[in-house]
C-alpha cells in the first residue's frame, strides 16, 4: 500500500511568514510523529499523537511551532514568524500503535528554506 | 539531546567487504533500531532489536546488542556500491505502553567504492 506522504516536498519562504507542511500517514496506523534533521541538531523529535491528541509536546523548539491531527489521519505542523534557524529537512512517521516494538516508517520529508 | 553516538561518523570501503558500525547510547531503552538515509531525505527501517535480545539477522544485516555496555553494532556483509548511504540508530526509550518517539544517534556515513 501507500507509504507517508509529506507536502510540500520542498518549500522556501521569507524570513517571518508562517508555513504549514502536512503528513498523510499510512492508512490505519494510529500513531504519528514529527521529527526535525538539520545540519547541526541531527535528527530531533518533535510532537507525536497517539489519534488525534498529542500527549508529548516536549520536543517542539518554540510556542511558533504548533501541530494538529485529524480524524486520526492527516497531520498538519505549522511554522509562526519563520527564522532562518528553521531550515532543516521536517520528516513525518507513523506507526500501527504506540506498543514499543511499532517501526515508524518515515515520509520523504519536507525541505524547508527560510530566506 | 541524542541519545546515541555513533562510529564513526565515515567510513568508506571497496565493493564486497563488510562494514561495520557502532552505536553507543546512554539510558535504559525498550528496544533499538537501525535506520538507512539516502541523500538526507526519508529513513529506512532495517531492523529492530529488543532489548531482550542480543543477536538478530536480516538478510546481509546483522545487528547485535549490548545491555550492559549499552551500545549496538550494525554488520553488513558482501556490501555493494547500493549500500551507500547514512546510517542511523534510534533509540525506543522506557517506560513501557507509551508511545515511543525515537531518539537518533548522529550517523554513520557509509561509502562502498565500486
Known amino acids: 500500500g501507500a507509504g507517508v506522504s509529506q507536502s510540500p516536498s520542498n518549500k522556501v519562504t521569507e524570513k517571518g511568514k508562517d508555513v504549514e507542511l502536512r503528513c498523510d500517514p499510512i492508512s490505519g496506523h494510529t500513531a504519528l510523529y514529527w521529527y526535525r534533521q538539520s545540519l547541526g541538531q541531527g535528527l530531533e523529535f518533535l510532537i507525536y499523537f497517539q489519534g488525534n491528541s498529542a500527549p508529548d509536546k516536549s520536543g517542539l523548539p518554540s510556542d511558533r511551532f504548533s501541530a494538529e491531527r485529524t480524524g486520526g489521519s492527516v497531520s498538519t505542523l505549522t511554522i509562526q514568524r519563520t527564522q532562518q534557524e528553521d531550515s532543516a529537512v521536517y520528516l513525518c512517521?507513523?506507526?500501527?500503535?504506540?506498543?514499543?516494538?511499532?517501526?515508524?516508517?518515515f515520509g520523504p520529508g519536507t525541505r524547508l528554506t527560510v530566506t | 539531546s541524542q541519545q546515541g553516538e555513533e562510529d564513526p561518523q565515515a567510513l568508506s570501503i571497496q565493493e564486497g567487504e563488510n562494514a561495520t558500525m557502532n552505536c553507543s547510547y546512554k539510558?535504559?531503552?525498550?528496544?533499538l533500531q537501525w535506520y538507512r538515509q539516502n541523500s538526507g531525505r526519508g529513513l529506512v527501517h532495517l531492523i529492530l532489536i529488543r532489548s531482550n535480545e542480543r543477536e538478530k539477522h536480516s538478510g546481509r544485516l546483522r545487528v547485535t546488542l549490548d545491555t550492559s555496555k549499552k551500545s549496538s553494532s550494525l554488520l553488513i556483509t558482501a556490501s555493494r556500491a547500493a549500500d551507500t548511504a547514512s546510517y542511523f540508530c534510534a533509540t525506543a526509550l522506557l517506560p513501557s505502553g507509551s508511545a515511543r518517539q525515537l531518539t537518533f544517534g548522529s550517523g554513520t556515513q557509509l561509502t562502498v567504492l565500486p
Open positions: 539510558t535504559s531503552i525498550n528496544n
Open positions: 512517521a507513523s506507526s500501527l500503535g504506540t506498543g514499543g516494538y511499532n517501526e515508524q516508517y
